[in-house]
């Protein structure tokens, strides 16, 4: 006698559906097993309505159904409508939306597909199937929903993966609350490694919270889409991950980890208050890692991985310390409240922050739940005090990195609009000894998911589940950008570089109306330039500008910029910008990458000058650290020369010989300023004042710049 063999549905398991082989016939049992002999075609059926053929296996899928024995026995695509049909049909007949326990198909289900066997036709079009009466009469006399065609193969295609899902879990919170989390696991039993995110922007796919079925069907459509179609056509940020910036469980569940998304208070089906960067969410996301350690399908150890908002929530409950949480990817992040996420040099990011509020978090929120004014905050708190360190009523936290002791892989975005600090000062503060920076460029989406998928892997497979890697990473990689778009990549031991030399480059107002020099001396004569301040009244952006001579010398920049500026301004205050770009004759050589005609500057950064107060023992040689405290404003006196010292983004760039460096200082943002982001403008003294930059002799106006020697 022949051997008998086991098998079973990983898209099911379905239970107490009828088999036939040559030898063997019965009822899937309650684990959903059938049994056959090597080589066997099995036929199921639900009465007289035969489901399909297949060569017995011992794991099959609805794919591998067929209508009759005589076709090839080839898988299906998920998208054939035969498929589709089959799997519809079959899924529908299941009670939970995420199918955790299968499908069973008791003596109801049986009677109610008998009454209508005839009329249901596997073989009819997808639209044909889901209006077939017969169809709409079993799911209708069961009191079931016909299930999406999108949905269905959304779970076929996730059993092809060995991933299987569960919805709307409920992660208790230490108040007797409640947060919501969907969570992706390998099919097989086990124990496995946690990668886990908190977010305000929803389960749904890409982006967004389920409210209603309309809704569901609808973030299934763009998770099939994902899978199916080409993802050109997608806006950046959603073309490398399914939901935008966090872990693909596609990618990470089949390397067994299980991936657990939680929506955060305030969002999606989660009650209570939403209320972003607080205390209140680090606490929660405490709870979720403790939870997720507890349960049975983890090993105990939690990651958290994400970028931006996921990536910035990160360092404030890494600061808790939870003891389950074993590593955390911050990938282009936040982290001082004030200075990355509010008032970079002390100027607002008013539209974007608006913008964000409105169109980033507004739709994923739960509609039942009160939320706590984020950018009305902000708006309160002009200066760094206590709302940015958790203090007072709906205060928010900035991140304290003497507290994260953790292994952190961190990457920030050089020269980004938000995210091109945080990863620098996580970096030089961590006491972490295992720590990793990966420089990136601003738009980071692709260098993150693609690029760098290798470190992460290596990264949490040797810190979550023990696995030392063959090659160890360099403790820093960076993208050195070298002009018109292109880069390579470079490892790095420290950062700022070992062999980095700051080169002072002296501004030179030189009697110049239109464009001042920059020279490598400090020139003895003095010389001022000045410009409108009032942008409104200008056609063009009011700009001092000043060039050098073309380079006698190839250079490596990789590192933190800064702007040393003596200025003063007919009103009390003034906002000023400063832009690094570089020249090849007329044409500028853009470093940007992967963000084509953006109008990018090699670096630039800005500073309101009556923050100008600075930390002596928090600056540093590269770095202007700003109080930004009120208690240190320092208005400026009509006419009267001040020093103000400009924190520049760090960034990197190759300068060939023969270019030329220009600075252009401003009174608001230049080309490369996002349409729509712009920061806050204050009427109050821009308005028909002028500023003046002082150059020479006493006034050492200059730029700094890292250069990299050989
Ligand atoms: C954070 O993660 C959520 C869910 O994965 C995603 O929808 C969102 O776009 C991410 N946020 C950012 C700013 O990347
Ligand atoms: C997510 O999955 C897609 C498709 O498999 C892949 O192209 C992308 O690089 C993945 N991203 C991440 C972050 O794993
Ligand atoms: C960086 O270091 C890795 C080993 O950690 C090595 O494989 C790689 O080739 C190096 N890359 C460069 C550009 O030197
Ligand atoms: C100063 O700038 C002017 C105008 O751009 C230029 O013609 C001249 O060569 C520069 N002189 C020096 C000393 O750099």
Known sequence: MKQLLTGKFRDGPFIGLEYQTPSQNGVTDQDGQFYYEEGELITFFIGSLIIGVAIGSPSLTIANLHSSSYEKMEDLEPTCAETNNRARFLQSLGREVDLRSGVVIDDATRKAIESHAKGIQFLSSIKEFEKAAAVCGVFRELGLRL?????????????????KVLRDVKVLTRDGSYLI??????????????????SIYGRAFQTGSVHNEAEMLASEEREATWFEKSREELNYYFRYSETAASANSSTWVPQGYAVVRVDARGVGKTPGTLSVFSQQEALDYYDAIEWAARQTWSNGKVGLYGSSYNATTQWNVAALQPPSLHAMAAIASDADAYRDLAYPGGIFLKNYRHWWWKESVGPARNKNSDTVD???????????????????????????????????????????????????????????????????DAAFPEYMFVDCQPDLESFFSR??????????????????????????????TTWPLPNTEYRELFLNANGATTIGNITSHLPLQQGQFTYSADVQAAKDLPTAIFESEPLTESLELAGHFRATLWIASTSADADVFVAIRVFEGVKEVHYQTRAPGTGAPLTYGCLKVSHRATDAVRSSKERPWHTHREEDALPLLP?????IDVELLAATGRIPLGCRFRVEVSPAEGPGAIPGWERAYDESYHRGAANSIFTGGLYASSITIPVISG
């Open 147 to 163: 299930r999406g065609a999108a949905e269905v193969r959304n779970h076929l295609r996730r059993a092809f993966q060995g991933i």
């Open 181 to 198: 989390a969907d969570v992706f696991l390998p099919i097989a039993e086990g124990s496995y490694p946690v990668l886990l995110r908190q």
């Open 374 to 440: 984020f950018v009305a905050g902000l708006e309160d708190h002009p200066w760094d005090d206590g709302h940015y360190h958790g203090h007072g009523q709906d205060a928010i936290l900035s991140a304290d990195f003497s507290k994260i002791h953790i292994p952190v892989i961190t990457a920030v975005s050089q020269t980004g609009f938000t995210h091109g600090r945080a990863g620098f000062e996580a970096y030089a503060e961590l006491p972490s000894t295992a720590k990793q920076l990966l420089i990136l």
């Open 463 to 492: 810190h979550l589940k023990g696995l030392v890697p063959d090659t160890e990473k360099s403790p820093v990689r960076m993208v050195m950008r070298t002009g018109g778009g292109a880069f390579e990549w470079q490892n790095a």
């Open 639 to 643: 006419n009267t020369v001040v020093k």
